[in-house]
Nanobody, 120 residues
Framework: QVQVVESGGGLVQAGGSLRLSCAAS????????MGWYRQAPGKQRELVAT???????NYADSVKGRFTISRDNAKNTGNLQMNSLKPEDTAVYYC??????????????WGQGTQVTVSS
């Protein structure tokens, strides 16, 4: 089995910063893409940022220039540095990892989510 666990959410004032972390563990052979999604109340889950195992990144237009995604391939961990936060960034943030298991299967695994609340 594979587990993906996020941490680092919380309450912050507008203009502030938070750093989310994600760790994948278990029967992992390798982790290909990693990503962060978010879901605000009453809205669909949306892409925030992704990063490939070679380090190529992709960001939603709404977070470009404010958020930075990174990863440590050796540790199977990822981070999302969020700066200049806005109230509209308030959401549950989910980490996802595309994992190749030791059983030679590939799946997308999701964390349980971490709440980010930005007050105005």
């Amino acid at each position: 089995q594979v587990q993906v666990v996020e941490s680092g959410g919380g309450l912050v004032q507008a203009g502030g910063s938070l750093r989310l972390s994600c760790a994948a563990s278990g029967s992992i052979f390798s982790v290909n893409g990693m990503g962060w999604y978010r879901q605000a109340p009453g809205k669909q889950r949306e892409l925030v940022a992704t990063i490939s195992n070679s380090g190529s990144t992709n960001y939603a237009d709404s977070v470009k220039g404010r958020f930075t995604i990174s990863r440590d391939n050796a540790k199977n961990t990822g981070n999302l540095q969020m700066n200049s936060l806005k109230p509209e960034d308030t959401a549950v943030y989910y980490c996802t990892a595309r994992v190749v298991t030791i059983f030679e299967t590939e799946h997308d695994y999701w964390g349980q989510g971490t709440q980010v609340t930005v007050s105005s």
